[in-house]
């Protein structure tokens, strides 16, 4: 099974400052025959399921906020917030739909200093 | 608009049965494969089956294998998930989600459904 060790657990950070979390795969998401990385983030927000937020890595979700950015290859992800705004307090996931099992990272807590 | 609605969440003892259900509504159903993720109270996602678009193939996690059944309804929109011998440890919210494309299930998901909390206790 791929292993998804996210990082930190739990981050404040103050309203306009940046936010940055993330995400180590113990394999390479990379398929080389399309040179794609297999690899989302996901925010929930309590009481909520997960919304997709990024995916194949960097690409944006459509309706995503463009302070939301993904970036990394291989097994070496993160997730960049630019300007922290209220209602982006939430836990953020990292997950890999490399192999199955499907797995994700255990999540970050993001929270307004 | 998509929309994905579970139902048949409930309280049951261990070693009971439960089937969950998701209605699919707003994309061709039958074109998706389809997946049940489930959350622990207080925890983390964890992945448990996906099914093909058109329901020949079927994988699952470990933690709930030959316990668990996948299966759909790609005539009335339907996917389902069969609980048979529930632990404790099976007590979640279970959230269907739907993947970008169709074809293969190998994707991030684009679609959940607001999910239904499962409680295994005598």
């Known amino acids: 099974d791929i292993v998804m060790t996210q990082s930190p657990d739990s981050l404040a950070v103050s309203l306009g400052e940046r936010a940055t979390i993330n995400c180590k795969s113990s394999q390479s998401l990379l398929y080389s025959s399309n040179n794609k990385n297999y690899f989302a983030w996901y925010q929930q927000k309590p009481g909520q399921p997960p919304k997709l937020l990024i995916y194949w890595a960097s690409t944006r979700e459509s309706g995503v906020p463009d302070r939301f950015s993904g970036s990394g290859s291989g097994t070496d992800f993160t997730l960049t917030i630019s300007s922290l705004q209220a209602e982006d307090v939430a836990v953020y996931y990292c997950?890999?739909?490399?192999?199955?099992?499907?797995?994700f990272g255990g999540g970050t807590k993001v929270e307004i200093k | 608009q998509v929309q994905l609605v579970e139902f048949g969440g409930g309280v049951v003892q261990p070693g009971r049965s439960l089937r969950l259900s998701c209605a699919a509504s707003?994309?061709?159903?039958?074109?998706?494969?389809m997946h049940w993720v489930r959350q622990a109270p207080g925890k983390g996602l964890e992945w448990v089956a996906v099914i093909s678009h058109d329901g020949s193939n079927k994988e699952y996690a470990d933690s709930v294998k030959g316990r668990f059944a996948i299966s759909r309804d790609n005539s009335n929109n339907m996917l389902y998930l069969q609980m048979n011998s529930l632990r404790a440890e099976d007590t979640a919210v279970y959230y269907c989600?739907?993947?970008?494309?169709?074809?293969?299930?190998?994707?991030?998901?684009?679609?959940w459904g607001q999910g239904t909390l499962v409680t295994v206790s005598s």
């Open positions: 707003g994309f061709t159903f039958s074109s998706y494969g």
């Open positions: 997950h890999q739909y490399y192999s199955l099992p499907l797995t």
């Open positions: 989600a739907k993947v970008p494309y169709s074809g293969s299930y190998m994707y991030n998901f684009d679609y």
